[in-house]
């Protein structure tokens, strides 16, 4: 089938001035070294979708690197080569272009790493996801400005539909299901039905199991990180990937809860902190596996040590902190000895998991207040009492925050009053410290 074209030049010349100029250089240059530039995939998508995108990426029918070399020699940036692949990546103010060498890859098995061979436009944009992302426009002097549509990727774009691009798509990369379902929560588009079908038939074929590495884990922290969680697990549950990655990993109506609950926990900590929210998000569904379990998908996924401790967020910490202060009546310092430990996901997640006025109150008192409470006083101020630097400092510190905390002193004189009166009662019982 030939590709459709459209002109999109208006488009184009609505783009920032600096951006505009950049298309005008690559134009340029293709020009003097007669290669045949293309604007592809997610950035030429977010463009006709109005999204800014500052990832662009450019193919080259003739040689990428070169043509990325003598860019960099034009515009300054920072050039990055891989020979390897014929690709180069250059970094400019604010923009961060990828450069390829057209070329179509086939894989020796499922799941393997694609082999590179020489080859044309139309063959590399036949390897990639969905059509929304197989679109191109050329920058070359004759083309400036048209849109290519090779797989009929524009109309599915204007119809909000996520489509593969043939039948083995998902078998070659499972990672895509991922991919699939992030484009039809982003933009809230619907997986075409065939699509769906393969990513059924994908998943039942075993192909979530034989993933080995970590490419699955980085598409689903993106995929979390989009931000909308409960149509992300409504998607993971239907299609049984959940299931895949773990035979008892199942959301259990608590944790629906819970999940819906998020944006309120949120809230009740604006402003206050920068939350990641996808880690809140992978607390509560990983809740439910046993340690081996994670232990064994973190070794498949091979991940790094961060995203293990990720991963492995120690629940029974949380759920013993929760009993404590189920209990009530704990004075201050008691709280925030029980707190202060706790990162501030972690801490939503137990307001999360408690749904309890008490433990929202002393929660709150902890982050709005006793986080805050600092010691005015310092070592010095106990030399000048005629002590020597010693295991008693730290001692005495830790005794004036909690008194601090439980509001017996409120400032530095009454520190140092608090000190005295210590060191005082402390010599009493002992000859020396
Ligand atoms: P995002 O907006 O989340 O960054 P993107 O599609 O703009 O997504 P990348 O994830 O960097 O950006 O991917 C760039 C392009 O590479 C995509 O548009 C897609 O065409 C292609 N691509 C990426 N991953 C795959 C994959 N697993 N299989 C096939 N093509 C892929």
């Known amino acids: 089938v030939d590709p459709k074209y459209y002109n999109i030049q208006s488009c184009l010349a609505q783009t920032p001035p600096e951006l505009f100029d950049l298309f005008c250089q690559i134009r340029d240059l293709s020009e003097t070294l007669h290669v045949e530039p293309y604007l592809v995939g997610g950035f030429v998508r977010d463009l006709l979708l109005k999204r800014p995108n500052k990832d662009l990426d450019l193919v080259i029918e003739g040689d990428g690197i070169e043509f990325a070399r003598k860019l960099h020699q034009v515009l300054g940036g920072k050039l990055d080569v891989h020979p390897n692949f014929g690709t180069a990546t250059l970094d400019l103010n604010g923009f961060h272009l990828d450069v390829a060498t057209a070329r179509v890859e086939y894989y020796e098995y499922p799941a393997a790493l694609p082999q590179v061979k020489p080859g044309r436009l139309k063959q590399d944009l036949y390897r990639r996801d969905f059509t929304i992302n197989t679109l191109v426009i050329s920058l070359s002097k004759e083309k400036f400005g048209w849109l290519i549509d090779f797989f009929g990727g524009n109309e599915d774009l204007k119809k909000g539909i996520i489509r593969g691009l043939h039948s083995f798509t998902f078998i070659d990369d499972p990672t895509r299901i991922l991919r699939g379902i992030k484009f039809a929560v982003r933009f809230g588009f619907t997986i075409e039905e065939e699509t769906d079908l393969l990513i059924r038939q994908a998943v039942e074929h075993g192909v979530i199991k034989e993933l080995k590495g970590p490419r699955f884990w980085e598409e689903l922290k993106s995929l979390l990180m989009e931000g909308k969680e409960l149509k992300t697990l409504q998607y993971l549950d239907d299609y049984g990937i959940l299931r895949e990655i773990a035979p008892d990993f199942k959301l259990t109506d608590q944790q629906w809860k819970n999940l819906k609950r998020i944006d309120w926990v949120i809230q009740l900590f604006k402003d206050q902190c920068i939350v990641q929210r996808w880690l809140l998000v992978l607390m509560v569904i990983f809740a439910n596996l046993s340690k081996e379990t994670i232990e064994r998908i973190a070794n498949d996924w091979n991940l790094s040590l961060k995203d293990r401790a990720q991963l492995n967020f120690i629940h029974e910490e949380v759920y013993r902190v929760k009993e404590k202060l189920s209990e009530g009546k704990l004075r201050p310092s008691q709280i925030y000895n029980l707190l202060e430990s706790l990162g501030s996901e972690e801490l939503m997640y137990l307001v999360l998991i408690s749904d309890s006025q ?60 608090f000190i005295k009166e210590y060191l005082k009662e402390r010599k009493g019982g002992q000859s020396e410290f």
Do not use: H, M, T, W
């Open 358 to 417: 008490l433990i929202l109150d002393q929660v709150l008192e902890f982050y709005n207040r006793l986080r805050r409470i600092d010691v005015e006083v310092s070592g010095k101020d106990i030399i000048n009492l005629g002590f020597s630097p010693g295991p008693l400092f730290k001692e005495v510190i830790s005794k004036v925050k909690e008194a601090k905390l439980n509001g017996k002193v409120k400032s530095r004189e009454e520190e140092l009053e």
